[in-house]
């Protein structure tokens, strides 16, 4: 997380993927936005017309996770290294009595736009698209 410094204070605007299908094929789009401070990362977004919002509040190389629509109660998520991205951190939630894992990446493409990316982690450890936010400044 040590490159996050470098963009607080920065906002970004772009467009959001949600993927509901279980194949991964198909996705619903939205417009969505970042914001960096030095300890978080907030994102607007919406689904079904309904505004959503979410929040990674950083803690050392730790963070909390919070989303109106996908995790209402917090998620202690744990770092994950990753020497190629800005942030790599997972968290877990029970569904269907397992346990399964929420991953969420942010990268910086050479091309100047910011990623915020989460995935699914099957209890058999197969990762699935669920979200992806590409902005720009």
């Not at 990753?82 to 894992?101: F, K």
């Not at 990268?107 to 995935?119: I, K, N, S």
Request: aromatic share 8%; hydrophobic share 35%; charged share 20%.
């Amino acid at each position: 997380m040590t490159n996050l410094p470098d963009l607080s204070g920065s906002t970004w605007s772009g467009r959001a993927e949600l993927w509901l299908d279980p194949a991964g094929n198909d996705a619903l789009t939205c417009d969505c936005t970042l914001r960096i401070e030095p300890d978080s990362v907030t994102y607007t977004w919406s689904y079904e017309g309904k505004p959503q919002s979410g929040r990674l509040t950083l803690r050392g190389k730790d963070a909390v996770f919070t989303d109106t629509w996908h995790s209402p109660t917090s998620m202690p998520c744990a770092s994950v290294a990753a020497p190629w991205c800005l942030l790599d951190v997972l968290g877990t939630y029970a569904a269907g009595g397992e346990n399964w894992g929420w991953r969420i990446t942010l990268a910086l493409r050479p091309t100047g736009e910011l990623v915020l990316q989460m995935t699914n982690v099957a209890p058999w450890g197969e990762e699935a698209r669920a979200v992806r936010m590409v902005c720009r400044r």
